[in-house]
């Protein structure tokens, strides 16, 4: 391909003096696990997130499940989350013996429908699948939490969803894997609910050079019970054993090839804001394309440029014969997945989620996309299109 999908050389180009600088101080100093530079990372993006715990961690999909170790969650425990998601946001859920309740996601943002959670948390309090589909055969389950997710960097309806968890008691674990740098209502996405999680994985809008993440909040107990799980349920001493943890700090030198990325994160923020306009502009009065909804009040991080065509595989066709890279996210939603067959769902079950698997299509999204470019992607997306 001629064009990158996410162009992550221009950056590295840019930063690469820093970044080798960074790498190498780790490499003399010799403190690879736990270094003085997780440490500074951690008050940097804590500060960045406006929470008062941020804390590095060895993926997002790590960043979840501690999230949720914290909580307690396990087997009878029920987690609403929506199915058009990365498998890893369901997969912790299951991991950990709990069980994922599918809540279909609004047509316009794509994000997790508070009217639908409403309905689900009704039908699993009757115990009545006829209200809203529920998981088959895994008997009586107790609402603990919802995993609203983020969805292409979009933030998920947090006020709606708040409420609703409130009056259930539930916890909101923010899957902002994708929409970190995001705001919503001037909060920075990983800041919403009790906990937050993101990633680092190099294709994120914030990402390293190999597996990371981290886990926000508030919650100062929270905060101690993650830091002590992610290294091995340790207690105040190394070789204390508090409670059953898991291996999952972020690596000093990931940490350090964070730093200068973070330092210029706003910046590509707004660049990254800029091709969505830019895209936003060219492809809007192409007919039959339906872009993502944003709603008022929120930013996304743009870790994905969508849209949905009754023709999305001629577009995408016609585009790689371009040289022009697409990827479509999700094409099979989870609750299609043969991972979770066991739960029973019909793939109608979640008629939006269907929909959109079979409509969706993502455009080459990063920083350091020019105008000309833009351009050129997005007259072939209307070529193609009519
Ligand atoms: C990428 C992603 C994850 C998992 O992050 P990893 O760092 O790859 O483990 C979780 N949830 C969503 C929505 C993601 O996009």
Known sequence: MRIPFIDLKQQFHRLEPEIRRRMDAVLAHGQFI?????????????????????????????????????HGVGPGDAIFLPPFTFVATAEVVALLGATPVFVDVDPETFNI????????????????????????GVGRLTPRGVIPVDIFGLSADYAAIQSLADKHGLFVLQDAAQSFGGLYHGKRCGAMGHVGATSFFPAKPLGCYGDGGA??????????LMRSLLFHGKG????????????????????????PKLAIFTEELDARQRVAERYTELLAPV?????????????S????????????????QALHAAGIPTAV???????????????????????????????????????????ALIAEISAAVAGAAS
């Open 34 to 70: 736990l270094g003085p530079e997780v440490d500074e990372l951690e008050r940097e993006l804590a500060a960045f997130t406006g929470v008062r715990h941020a804390i590095g961690c060895s993926s997002g999909t790590d960043a979840l499940l501690l999230a949720l170790m914290a």
């Open 113 to 136: 429908d508070p009217e639908a959670l409403r309905l689900a948390l009704r039908a699993l309090d009757m115990g009545d699948p006829g209200k809203y589909p529920l998981p088959a």
């Open 215 to 224: 886990v926000f909040t508030d919650d100062d107990e929270l905060a101690a």
């Open 236 to 259: 105040g001493h190394k070789y204390d054993n508090d409670r059953i943890g898991i291996n999952g700090r972020l690596d000093t030198l990931q940490a350090a090839i964070l730093l």
């Open 287 to 299: 007919p039959g394309l339906t872009l993502q909804a944003i709603p008022q009040g929120c930013r």
């Open 301 to 316: 991080a743009w870790a994905q440029f969508s849209f949905l065509h009754e023709r999305r595989d001629a577009i995408q």
């Open 329 to 371: 996210y999700y094409p099979k939603p989870l609750h299609m997945q043969k991972a979770f067959a066991n739960l029973g769902y019909r793939p109608e079950d979640m008629p939006v989620s269907l929909d959109l698997s079979r409509r969706i299509m993502s455009l080459p999204m990063h920083p350091y996309l020019d105008d």
